[in-house]
């Protein structure tokens, strides 16, 4: 027997035979088939993480089986043991960190079975590897391949073992990842991460208006429709008569209910209708507080009533005439409810609280709760008898996985356009990573108010600040202006013409690509002249081939100027050229023009400046047209 061997078996000599689980379980025993982990979070509580031993198993049979008695105590402790203290930080784990191990235990032991191995301490270095090979095999359901960063997690569960062994009385006797961590064996690092996805500026702007014009349209109109609803309803009950009598009683009131839709009027035909457009309602207020405040989905779900206020002057104690909107964020935080924050809030945003607020009311009465997303047990699935006076459904705080399929189901309502032939995809996070990204882009001076603003506050990203800027923030910002100046590059190299002053340079000393491999290779060279450090800026009215002896913004040796680069400086640059997407932005420059010029009562002065931005414009759209469009720019 070696060394480890026996310091383990008197290891599992002293174990006790049911450790005390009563910090971390919640209603159940140390044997049970099922564990109730107690709740870590507030965001836990009304659905606390419960995992279930008695999954199946290849070879046939339960793994709660007396004859995986031994493999499933060993199991147990790991599982208790990640609970109790976590790899690198030593301190209790998160009971969804742990419901999270569970699942990749649960594929580990299966792999063992379908491999014949009966403990975790007979898998050998080949086993792991075999193992690793499995994981990167599997696909996800939209048919990728599982993400490195995913195969790294259950390494994660591999060092536990290895690391844990001693405590548990069984583990790995080889290093899972001998000299390298488990990003590095993962292949985890190499090129750029996977990131939470962005929604495109043009569905962003089409769902941020749409939602804004449903909160100021529909919003009263919909409320006074509930209550409608529900008086006719409790009317209609209090005589006694049949549920069918009820929904032609709720019908008949609901059909003089007229909604002023940003679509145009609409009149109401029944309670399920009601219902649906109380959903969308629901959407848009996620959808204006998560795209134009940028709090996560956890701390958006968990405001309370109350939740604005004004902020006020930190001497004179006097309004500033700015709103906050005040809750907490549960990221990687000790305290049970979270650490109390703060986010400013523009006027669409307090607006949207004060519907949830109007919303929420029955149920917060019912209920005696004070949160705002309240909803009863099932949510959409309960239809318009959710808002019954008499309901007796439980009432609880919608998840984000329900607010999920709710934005997407109801984002339908706002007509979004296309991405590139396809629907969008929505998700909960895109509302914070489109407010960030849209912030940080027009302002990288404001990085760190920004990062403030979003409450990155953890130590990761304080140990790496530097100039008063957030590290990870700025790592997010350069990948999209990498990304984005690629696109640009791609755009222009592949161009049939491009105007500006820059524009003919660029064609002229561009390679031609040709063949099969021309997209390879086109996007294979726009990534080079942006590794090769040849600035690019991106902008709505046209790009920029940044050299600071040509800028007549004045800029840097890093790149353009931010205060003085607007359209007019950029018209009559070296440095500018603009491709057929920004037409679209110079034609409405030249109508805006055209239409002050109109303006007989405007100075003289400002009729000249009208007059030469109109001359800027045409001279673009002319640029981007080419000969044949000349004649139409002249005409006009």
């Known amino acids: 027997m070696t060394g480890a061997s026996t310091a383990r078996a008197r290891v599992r000599a002293v174990l006790p035979t049911e450790p005390k689980l009563a910090e971390f379980l919640h209603g159940s025993a140390w044997g049970d088939v099922e564990w109730t982990f107690t709740p870590t979070n507030a965001l836990e509580e009304g659905r606390p993480v419960r995992i279930r031993w008695a999954f199946t198993l290849p070879s ?32 209790p784990q998160r009971a969804t960190t742990v419901g999270g191990y569970f699942d990749y235990l649960r594929q580990l032991i299966r ?31 939209l048919g990728r391949s599982v993400a490195a960063t995913t195969v790294q997690k259950y390494l994660d569960l591999l060092v536990y073992l ?128 998560a795209y134009l405040v940028g709090p996560r989905a956890s701390e958006l779900l968990r405001l309370q009533v109350g939740c604005v206020r004004p902020v006020r002057d930190a001497v004179s104690a006097e309004s500033t005439g700015l709103a906050a909107i005040e809750g907490a964020i549960f990221k990687r935080e000790a305290a049970f409810h979270g650490r109390p924050h703060q986010w400013v809030a523009p006027p669409p945003a307090v607006h949207a609280i004060s519907v949830l607020e109007a919303l929420s009311a029955p149920h917060r009465a019912r209920s005696g709760r004070t949160e705002l997303w309240l909803r009863v047990r099932g949510g959409h699935h309960a239809g318009a008898t959710e808002w ?83 590290y990870r923030l700025n790592q997010e910002v350069d990948a999209a202006i990498l990304e984005q100046s690629v696109s640009a590059w791609e755009e222009m190299l592949s161009a049939e013409r491009l105007g500006g002053r820059a524009g003919a340079e660029i064609l002229a000393r561009r390679p031609r690509f040709r063949g099969s491999r021309m997209k390879e290779d086109l996007k294979r060279y726009a990534r080079m002249l942006v590794d090769a450090g040849l600035t690019l800026g991106v902008c709505d009215w046209g790009f920029c081939v940044y050299r600071q002896q040509q800028s007549a913004c004045l800029g840097s040796t890093t790149g353009p100027n931010p205060v003085r680069r607007e359209p007019s400086t950029c018209a009559h640059c070296r440095n500018f050229s603009v491709a057929a997407k920004h037409r679209g932005y110079w034609l409405e420059q030249a109508r805006r023009n055209e239409a002050l010029l109109n303006e007989p009562a405007l100075p003289t002065q400002t009729l000249k400046i009208a007059r030469e931005r109109l001359t800027e414009a045409l001279a673009m759209v002319r640029s981007i047209d080419g000969p044949e469009g000349s004649r139409d720019a002249d005409a006009r």
């Open 162 to 289: 290895h690391r844990y062994g001693d405590e548990i009385g069984d583990g790995l006797t080889v290093d899972p990842c001998p000299g390298l961590s488990t990003a590095d064996v993962a292949g985890a690092r190499k090129g750029q991460p996977r990131s939470w996805p962005y929604t495109p500026d043009p569905v962003a702007i089409a769902l941020i208006r749409g939602a804004s014009d449903y909160l100021s349209g529909c919003a009263l109109d919909l409320l006074r429709a509930r209550e409608i609803y529900s008086s006719s309803v409790a009317e209609a009950k209090r005589r006694a008569r049949t549920s069918e009598v009820w929904r032609h009683a709720a019908a008949s009131a609901l059909q003089r209910v007229t909604l002023a839709t940003p679509k145009g009027p609409h009149t109401l035909q029944s309670a399920a209708e009601l219902a649906a457009l109380i959903d969308v309602l629901y959407v848009a207020c996620f959808i204006v507080i």
């Open 388 to 470: 019954d006076r008499d309901c007796l459904e439980p009432i609880r705080i919608l998840t984000t996985c329900e607010m999920r399929l709710l934005l997407r189901r109801c984002a339908t309502w706002f007509e979004l356009p296309m991405h590139e032939g396809k629907p969008w995809r929505l998700s909960t996070h895109q509302g914070r990573k489109t407010f960030v990204r849209f912030a940080a882009l027009r302002d990288r001076t404001s990085l760190f108010a920004l990062a403030q603003h979003l409450g990155h506050r953890e130590r990761a990203v304080t140990d790496h600040g530097y100039v008063g800027s957030d």
């Open 111 to 141: 792999f063992m079975n379908e491999g014949g191995f009966v403990r975790f301490a007979d898998l050998d270095a080949s086993a792991l590897r075999e193992f690793q090979r499995t994981l990167e095999r599997r696909t996800t359901s």
């Open 60 to 91: 046939g049979g339960r793994f709660t089986d007396p004859r995986f008695a031994p493999l499933l105590e060993t199991s147990r402790r790991l599982i208790a043991a990640i609970r109790r203290r976590g790899m690198s930080t030593g301190l």
